[in-house]
């Protein structure tokens, strides 16, 4: 087989005798190499696209249970109220953006859409799916970032993680009135919810080192993100009902903000909402209002849903149409 002539001997690395063949080979290697990430990539973003749509048809779909009636008699007039909602509606977004900008640098416009996308996914349509739609969106940027599973699913583990650690938390200082019958928390639901909380911490804890990807210092980092959240959810969730109903102390909103993350998270605990309304009732006596109070946040909730899913989903329509 003829050789090629090194054409500079003098430069070390250069390999003596490189055949032609090999380097076609090399050539044709580096060609297959090039056009399964371009089909990768292809595959990922078509991923995106269909969930794109899939989130818009899901939000379309959640408009039909909206009651604009009932909204417009309970909804504040008052500017504050809706600055308030805003922060408390992208906050989860905002703070998942502040993660993953450190992790990949993602840009704000376009990342905040993907995230905005992955929440909506997950509340109008099913649980971690926006997970994976963040996913192909993630992996449709290859040049961006690298290897996005890791990160996706490390970040979704310590959202569970912590709030399994709020949830223990919030029990143990909260254990005196549950105790006590008076909150309407059947003592065994809480104790078998208790159980699994501690036995999925646990599993998760035992298996870090297989289960995450992540260093230490982002894994830290992602933990004290995800406390900040916790924290803040409570805090404007108690600001946003005092706006509606001012007559209550904001001390005692924080109160239930508090227990009723708490519910949330009791994973067997039937009949959440039943045991959450007799709570504020409980602590409030305002029954009348608080049912009022609840319907209008779930009303306004869904809206926002609605016009995230509508506006995002569209958002990464026109971004995959361009870089496509």
Known sequence: MQ??????????????????????????????????????????????????????????????????????????????????????????????????????????????????????????????????????????????????????????????????????????????????????????????SLGVVLLTSCAILVFRKKLFSLDGRELWFITGVHLVRTVVFIVVSALLWHLVLNQVSLGLWLVLATLRMLVSRLPLLPNKDIVFAGIAVFLLGHDMEIAALMTLMAAIGLAGNVIAGVISGLAGLVETRRSA
């Open 3 to 192: 050789t090629i002539e090194p054409l500079y001997p003098d430069r070390p690395g250069y390999p003596e005798g490189f055949s032609a063949g090999d380097l076609a080979a090399s050539a044709a290697a580096a060609v297959e190499d090039v056009q399964s990430v371009s089909a990768a990539k292809g595959l990922f973003g078509l991923a995106g696209v269909v969930l794109s749509v899939v989130v818009v048809l899901a939000a379309a779909f959640a408009y039909r249970d909206l009651r604009f009636d009932i909204v417009a008699e309970l909804v504040p007039r008052t500017p504050l109220f809706w600055m308030v909602f805003v922060a408390f509606f992208m906050t989860g977004s905002l703070l998942d953006w502040v993660i993953f900008h450190r992790l990949w640098k993602i840009p704000f416009w376009s990342g905040l859409a993907a995230l905005m996308r992955k929440q909506v996914s997950n509340e109008l349509v099913l649980g971690y799916l926006g997970e994976a739609q963040f996913y192909a969106w993630a992996r449709s940027r290859g040049n961006m970032i690298a290897a996005p599973f890791g990160a996706v699913k490390d970040v979704a583990i310590l959202s569970a993680l912590t709030g399994n650690g709020v949830t223990l938390i919030m029990l143990v200082l909260a254990w005196p009135l549950i105790s006590s019958g008076q909150l309407g928390m059947p003592t065994r639901d809480v104790f078998l």
